[in-house]
Nanobody, 119 residues
Framework: QVQLVESGGGLVQAGGSLRLSCAAS????????MGWFRQAPGKEREFLAAITRSGGSTYYADSVKGRFTISGDNAKNTVYLQMNSLKPEDTAVYYC????????????WGQGTQVTVSS
């Protein structure tokens, strides 16, 4: 099993930035990649970005390409999501994931962290 704990969510004004963190523990050596999804009220979960544990490959959804950046620190078993130029439509619960599928990494899920972007 892999446990994931997100942090860094909060309230930000449109145009601002936030960095989400996800700390992984447990059998982290067993996963190929980590990623981020989000779910806005009344909408389905949406894939955002993924990164291989080696950091050699990344993948982004078109909706966030150029604004969001995924990165990882293997020494800390942590993955980050840097979010810039935030828009009110980015308001959602953001989930960290880990697993062996690519790019839609979704075997393990964190509990989520709320991001609210005010206009």
């Amino acid at each position: 099993q892999v446990q994931l704990v997100e942090s860094g969510g909060g309230l930000v004004q449109a145009g601002g930035s936030l960095r989400l963190s996800c700390a992984a523990s447990g059998r982290t050596f067993s996963v190929y990649a980590m990623g981020w999804f989000r779910q806005a009220p009344g909408k389905e979960r949406e894939f955002l970005a993924a990164i291989t544990r080696s950091g050699g490959s990344t993948y982004y959804a078109d909706s966030v390409k150029g604004r969001f950046t995924i990165s990882g620190d293997n020494a800390k078993n942590t993955v980050y999501l840097q979010m810039n130029s935030l828009k009110p439509e980015d308001t959602a619960v953001y989930y960290c994931t880990a697993g062996n599928s690519w790019p839609g990494v979704n075997d393990y899920w964190g509990q989520g962290t709320q991001v609210t972007v005010s206009s």
